[in-house]
């Protein structure tokens, strides 16, 4: 490679790296899942990513399971889940860098709750819950 092959190279990553937010990157992340079913079934949950299977678990009646992560240096991490229970069934959008859902989660900690008509979110601005999503059946 001659000197101005190296420098064509070395300028193109100097300029890629400069439109990477490092620190965003690198933030961690929270995502809480809450069984709220009012009759105490078991909601069972199969969450994960293009790159991370974080594996089937069942949480009992009010049990709380949650996970931490940090973003991909593209900021285009996206976590999905099954959950199931005896009557409903549903595959959510739990995480998406570039969504409402991460306002809703003050860029922080996002809260789900399965309740008995759909997954829910909070608003952790407002201190408030709201239905995201209803069962698909």
């Known amino acids: 490679m001659n000197i101005s092959t190296k420098f064509t190279v070395f300028l193109l990553l100097a300029i890629t790296l400069s439109q990477v ?3 965003q990157a690198r933030k961690r992340y929270h995502v809480y899942i809450s069984n709220g079913i ?4 078991q909601l069972t949950i199969h969450c994960k990513s293009k790159d991370d299977d ?3 678990r069942t949480l009992p009646a009010y049990e709380q399971w949650s996970w931490t992560f940090k973003v ?3 900021k285009t991490t996206l976590y999905w889940c099954d959950m199931n229970t005896i009557k ?6 739990v995480f998406a860098m570039h969504d409402d859902i991460l306002d809703m989660c003050n860029f922080n900690e996002c809260f789900w709750s399965a309740k008995d008509d759909g997954l829910y979110l909070k608003d952790n601005s407002k201190d408030s819950w709201f239905l995201k999503y209803k ?3």
């Open 88 to 93: 409903h069934h549903g595959r959510f959008k």
């Open 72 to 74: 991909n240096i593209w």
């Open 54 to 56: 974080l594996g089937a």
């Open 38 to 41: 009012s009759n105490g079934d």
């Open 135 to 137: 069962w698909e059946y």
């Open 21 to 23: 937010n490092f620190g």
